[in-house]
């Protein structure tokens, strides 16, 4: 399984998932970024200086339970390379575990209400940590794909090479950049439009889609795609 159209596949799958979770945190959890640590970074700065205007703790709680995640998962990494054994189905794996208890946590937390209850914190922190782990895979065992949460980086490059296509000075990598990188761009902005929609049908029932992406995920990989 690996074509370039299960490669592309797989950025798709990763891309749409990452703005799906990343839309449904911030729509159900008073603006909560899960997986856009920058994002994280303002409006923490913005709620510490009006603490009146959304609930700040979870988002300075938010910033280490990512830091978790990604340390969760190199952790993981790294003990299945001192085992010589392939770590891509354990890190999807782990992501699964933390956006379900992203999705439990949630659910029982229903209805949200304005104010931070204990059980939505835990959805919060949980789904930071997921995208955290998420973001971490990534770097760390998907290295053949664009970073499918960091979409800054991939819009940037993207433009530059279609720039450089246009006024015709594209070599065959600048082609095939364009294309790794368009994919996960897409795809993770269709996943932000599907999870505002789902969000305000299902509530963080809705994340059984992310669920679904990465159990598919787990039956399609290869130990030798670490």
């Not at 603006?31 to 009146?52: C, E, K, Q, R, Y």
């Not at 205007?53 to 988002?59: I, R, W």
């Amino acid at each position: 399984m690996k074509t370039a159209s299960f490669q592309r596949l797989q950025g798709i799958g990763m891309g749409f998932l990452a703005g799906y979770v990343d839309t449904l945190g911030f729509m159900a959890l008073f603006g909560l970024f899960t997986a856009h640590v920058t994002g994280n970074f303002v409006l923490i700065a913005v709620s510490l200086a009006d603490p009146t205007q959304t609930p700040s703790l979870l988002k300075l709680l938010a910033f280490p339970a990512f830091i978790l995640g990604v340390a969760a998962a190199r952790l993981l990494v790294a003990r299945c390379e001192r085992r010589a054994t392939s770590a891509v189905k354990p890190s999807y794996l782990l992501q699964l575990v933390l956006l379900l208890g992203f999705m439990a946590c949630g659910m029982l937390a229903e209805p949200v209400g304005k104010s931070v209850g204990a059980l939505a914190m835990a959805a919060g922190l949980l789904g930071a940590a997921a995208m955290g782990a998420h973001s971490a895979a990534s770097k760390l065992l998907l290295t053949h794909l664009a970073p499918t949460s960091m979409m800054t980086g991939n819009v940037t490059q993207l433009v530059i090479d279609t720039v450089d296509r246009l006024r015709g000075a594209a070599d065959a990598a600048t082609r095939a950049r364009c294309a790794k990188f368009f994919w996960p761009v897409l795809a993770f902005a269709l996943g932000c439009a599907a999870a505002a929609f789902a969000y305000r049908t299902f509530g963080f029932v809705a994340l059984i889609v992310p669920v679904a992406i990465l159990v598919l995920h787990l039956v399609l990989a290869e130990p030798e795609a670490a």
